[in-house]
């Protein structure tokens, strides 16, 4: 609760700061550009990319620059808009765009390239941003903060006022920069405010991405590598539906392309749905590995086809069985009449034909 | 010479063949055995678990205090999904052994109701306990049928794999004993379906609800069909369409259309209730390349898309962009109480904001006039019985579906813990927590190039 309290009080700090820059640093400031899109929840893209740098940039959002306006992203934007006094209605339309643009500022070139190569990353206003990338996934070994710069860094005034708890004394000419502390960086962010926040004023514990206070992060020092060789690209990230991952999605298409590759669309939508349904029954497992790889379920399992790489459609079909479509009217079977051996699934009571498949209750 | 020479040669080759063929023999029995070995492990384990059921049931059954009864029913529990899991991995889906299946879901479904309300206050009535009893008694006979199965199986040391090839051939499989014997079990689990012990709940009720919901409407013919269709889609141009009927498996009767898009030539597909003409979904197969318009311009389409369908009072509750759609879920609002389960979806392509989806089941299934739900907690009692961690950002009250399956009005909070978001349903007239439900972050993609 505390600390709710001190970010919030850290916060209005801010805010007022925000409103002396904008008469002082108006005219200097050239806003790299929005588009002209009312940014809301759930969207992707580049737009979203600069929103979340941009409320970082202030400390207004914590989390992983990813692209993706989700929960995180969404309080975000509504705590800016009631502080600003908008309507906090979570659409970010002009004015809000026009605020953002004229308080802070978004390093385009240096996001996109880290979300390129896939580093983990923060992007504070006020720090230095080579202090604020991880390393390089894939083997290389993530060089945070060039060397020449740590030891004299902290000339300018890293540390006033804003955070004394956290930071004893200046770590001037530490070897170790900030390693025992991990400053919590919308603690750094205030403090710089005051200064215009496109200099590079050299903030010792700068290069700690962390993008949450508690949150477990590994300290980031140059002399030990926390990310293995094999570290997969976890920067950028993509929508998926509610209870399902991507994996599963993929395991599903797998599965539909296997079986109903070359059938009308609405075939391979039912062909999910079917899956979807069989999940839901009490009669058959609850997930979709269970369903889809339970013993002579699907002939596309048992001769090998689930293995083939599937196309665009069959993740699409995928992608709309699981947000609520059915085309197979709840069916829990279907087979192709051609080739069924099994004179019990005739019994069932039919539903529909789609293309070669009968679906059946 | 040379003959010898050759005959060496061919002797050498015909020895390696044989070795390599012995070599590839030996495999496939290798992996025979393994897979032979899996059904095995399942089988058996399968068996234990009906043991332990029947047992755990009886010690239940002897309980003295009806009040302490929930670690019991929770074990009884994990037995039945244990059960359900090793009956996952038999080859038995296209035999009908549904019944069995059914009866041990009943059984979960039971001792899970039962073991999280809180006995002490809401003890069994005797009614339930009867129920209990008849539980007891049923897995009983499964537990015997079993077991003969299994002592079968060891004595005869029949193996799954002949099963399974018994199930592919299209000759009768009534000669494999353990066919037989699951046969023999299933159809007792089907005698005593009917115990009182509830209906199996899934969503095959939404087809009754629909068809119980269209039952009064008028019929249309297929051309009707066709000229809802075209006034649903909006499409410019005429209409060419296929109609078909759906069969008997579904509770109502539906006219499945393929529209071809007539202004580029996408196939769309619908289905609309042959009673009163209600469009159920509307799927159109067209990738969409790339992304003109913002997913807030797609909202709103959508939103017009349903207010001149006749859809009224619809919230946008939630919205996602998958690359180049737009999905939003709508929900019925009624004084400011969003009606989650008259929710539906829409589709827009984010190129030209056609809608190429639209989905309708739940809408259509229970879009009715109910009667006004008075909350007896306000908003702050209800807020009382949050989680004190939980950091509250958005408040709205709703109809929800409950795990019972029963409506119930309930106050829906979004709040914030440790920066993973969560909604929670507080019932707003006896406080309880409905449901919680974390919200998924956005996912990482995962880049191994």
């Known amino acids: 609760m505390k600390s709710h309290e001190g970010r919030r009080l850290k916060r209005l700090f801010f805010a007022v700061l925000v409103c002396v820059q904008f008469v002082v640093l108006l005219p200097s400031l050239e806003a790299q550009a929005f588009t002209d899109q009312v940014i809301q929840k759930g969207a992707t893209g580049d737009d979203v990319v600069e929103l979340q740098s941009r409320l970082q940039y202030i400390g207004f959002y914590h989390d992983t620059i990813d692209g993706v306006y989700g929960y995180g992203t969404y309080w975000s934007v509504k705590k800016y808009q009631e502080e600003f006094g908008l309507e906090p209605d979570g659409l970010v339309g002009p004015k809000m765009k026009d605020m953002l643009k004229r308080t802070t500022n978004f390093d385009k070139e240096y996001v996109h390239r880290m979300l390129k190569e896939g580093r983990k990353f923060t992007h504070y206003g006020g720090m230095p941003l080579e202090h604020q990338k991880g390393p390089k996934p894939g083997g290389k070994r993530g060089k945070p903060a060039p060397a020449p710069k740590q030891p004299s860094a902290p000339g300018g005034e890293p540390q006033k006022g804003g955070a004394p708890k956290e930071q004893p004394s200046p770590e001037a000419g530490t070897p170790q920069k900030g390693a025992p502390q991990t400053e919590a960086p919308q603690e750094g962010t205030p403090e710089t405010g005051t200064e215009q926040p496109q200099t590079d004023t050299q903030q010792p514990e700068a290069e700690t991405p962390a993008p949450a206070p508690g949150e477990d992060i590994p300290d980031m020092t140059p002399e030990e590598d926390d990310f293995p060789g094999d570290e997969a690209d976890i920067q950028e990230a993509i929508n998926t539906p509610e209870g399902f991952t991507d994996n599963d999605i993929q395991i599903m298409a797998q599965a539909v392309y296997g079986e109903a590759r070359g059938e009308p669309y609405t075939g391979q939508v039912a062909v999910a749905a079917v899956i979807l349904n069989r999940i839901e029954s009490p009669t058959f497992p609850n997930n979709p590995s269970g369903v889809i790889f339970e013993p002579r379920a699907f002939t596309a399992v048992a001769d090998g086809q689930i293995n083939l790489e599937p196309d665009d459609t069959a993740r699409r079909a995928v992608l709309d069985a699981i947000n609520g479509q059915d085309p197979s009217g709840n069916a829990l079977y279907y087979f192709n009449p051609d080739t069924a051996t099994s004179g019990w699934i005739w019994s069932r009571p039919q539903i529909k034909r789609i293309g070669k498949h009968i679906f059946c209750e | ?449």
């Open chain 2, 1 to 449: 010479m040379i003959r010898s020479v050759i005959i060496g040669v061919l002797a050498v080759a015909v020895l390696g063949t044989g070795y390599w063929g012995y070599l590839e023999h030996q495999e496939k029995n290798a992996i025979l055995i393994q897979s032979e070995n899996n059904y095995q492990r399942a089988f058996h384990e399968l068996s234990y678990n009906l043991d332990h059921l029947h047992d755990e049931l009886g010690s239940t059954l002897a309980m003295n205090s009806k009040e302490r009864l929930s670690p019991s029913l929770t074990d009884v529990w994990r037995i039945t999904s244990e059960a359900q899991n090793d009956l996952g991995q038999l080859p038995l889906s296209l035999m009908p052994f549904s019944k069995t299946e059914e009866f041990l879901y009943k059984i979960g479904d039971f001792s899970y109701r039962n073991a999280v309300r809180d006995l002490e206050q809401d003890p069994l009535s005797e009614e339930e306990y009867e129920s209990l009893k008849e539980l007891y008694h049923q897995s009983g006979e499964i537990q015997g049928e079993m077991r003969k199965v299994q002592s079968m199986v060891l004595e005869d040391h029949l193996k799954w794999m002949d099963v399974e090839m018994a199930l592919a051939s299209q000759d009768e499989p009534g000669d494999n004993a353990i066919i037989d014997g699951f046969e023999v079990i299933d159809e007792k689990a089907g005698q005593f379906s009917e115990a009182s012990v509830g209906d199996v709940g899934s969503r095959t009720q939404q087809d009754e609800e629909i068809a119980k919901a269209v039952e009064d409407l008028e019929e249309i013919d297929e051309q009707e069909a066709v000229n809802i269709a075209g006034e649903f889609l909006d499409r410019k141009g005429k209409l060419e369409a296929d109609v078909e009927t759906t069969g008997d498996g579904l509770d109502y009767k539906a006219y499945s259309l393929t529209i071809e898009d007539p202004e580029d030539g996408h196939y769309i597909y619908m289905d609309i209730t042959k009673k009163g003409g209600k469009p159920l979904y509307l799927l159109e197969d067209r990738q969409v390349e790339s992304a003109e318009v913002s997913l807030h311009e797609a909202s709103q389409k959508a939103k017009e898309f349903l207010d001149k369908n006749g859809f009224e009072n619809m919230q946008l509750v939630d919205s996602r962009q998958y690359e180049n759609v737009g999905v939003f879920e709508f929900a019925y609002v009624v004084d400011d109480i969003r009606v989650y389960t008259d929710a539906s979806v829409i589709e827009v392509a984010l190129d030209n904001k056609d809608v190429i989806g639209y989905e309708g089941f739940s809408y259509i299934a229970n879009h009715q006039k109910r009667k006004p739900m008075e909350a007896s907690l306000s908003e702050d009692e209800a807020r009382e019985r949050l989680n004190p961690s939980l950091e509250v950002m958005e408040v709205h009250k709703a109809i929800m579906e409950n795990e019972l399956e029963e409506e119930v009005l309930c106050y829906e909070f979004f709040g914030v813990i440790d920066d993973d978001t969560y909604r929670i349903f507080i019932n707003a007239d006896n406080g309880r927590e409905e449901k919680v439900q974390k919200m998924d972050r956005a996912e990482p993609v995962y880049d191994f190039d």
